[in-house]
Structures are given as structure tokens and as C-alpha cells.
């Protein structure tokens, strides 16, 4: 559903990932790609890369919560052992 997101509305799929400073660096330069989309036509190269960091980020977010879950399991396990 991020992903999905991600292609509309970058920013938004970032706040949902919790990570407010690439939110903020990301909300800029997709709010300035708006009116580079109206005026120039550019604005496209910058929504492009608003999305492609967006992904990155949500991607990235999701590996964090993945590798969190093994470390938990890791010092799970070793606490078992040695009790």
C-alpha cells in the first residue's frame, strides 16, 4: 500500500514510515515540482525522483522492521541458552 502511495503522493508514504527528516527534504522538493510540472514541464524529473526516493525509503523501512525482528529472535534464543 506504500508503494501504491508512494507513486501519488511520495511524502505521505514516508510520514507513514515514520521518518521525519526525509519526510521534510522530500515535502520540499515534491511541493516545488508542482508548479515545475504546470509552468516548465521539468517538474516531472523532480516527481520522478520524489517517487524513487519515497520507495527507498519505504523499502528500507520495512528491511528495518525485518532485520529488528530476527535481532529480537537472535537474543531470544541466546537468552534461552544460557539460562
Do not use: E
Given at each position: 500500500?506504500r508503494?501504491?502511495?508512494?507513486?501519488?503522493?511520495?511524502?505521505?508514504?514516508?510520514?507513514?514510515?515514520?521518518r521525519?527528516?526525509?519526510?521534510?527534504?522530500?515535502?520540499?522538493?515534491?511541493?516545488?515540482?508542482?508548479?515545475?510540472?504546470?509552468?516548465?514541464?521539468?517538474?516531472i524529473?523532480?516527481?520522478?525522483?520524489?517517487?524513487?526516493?519515497?520507495?527507498?525509503v519505504?523499502?528500507?523501512?520495512?528491511?528495518?522492521?525485518?532485520?529488528?525482528?530476527?535481532?529480537?529472535?537472535?537474543?531470544q534464543?541466546?537468552?534461552?541458552?544460557?539460562?
Amino acid at each position: 500500500m506504500r508503494y501504491l502511495i508512494a507513486f501519488i503522493v511520495p511524502p505521505l508514504a514516508i510520514a507513514m514510515c515514520k521518518r521525519w527528516g526525509h519526510f521534510v527534504v522530500n515535502l520540499i522538493f515534491w511541493l516545488l515540482s508542482i508548479p515545475l510540472i504546470l509552468f516548465m514541464g521539468v517538474g516531472i524529473i523532480v516527481w520522478f525522483l520524489c517517487t524513487a526516493h519515497a520507495i527507498s525509503v519505504c523499502r528500507m523501512s520495512s528491511i528495518d522492521k525485518r532485520v529488528d525482528r530476527i535481532v529480537s529472535a537472535m537474543q531470544q534464543s541466546q537468552g534461552a541458552k544460557i539460562q
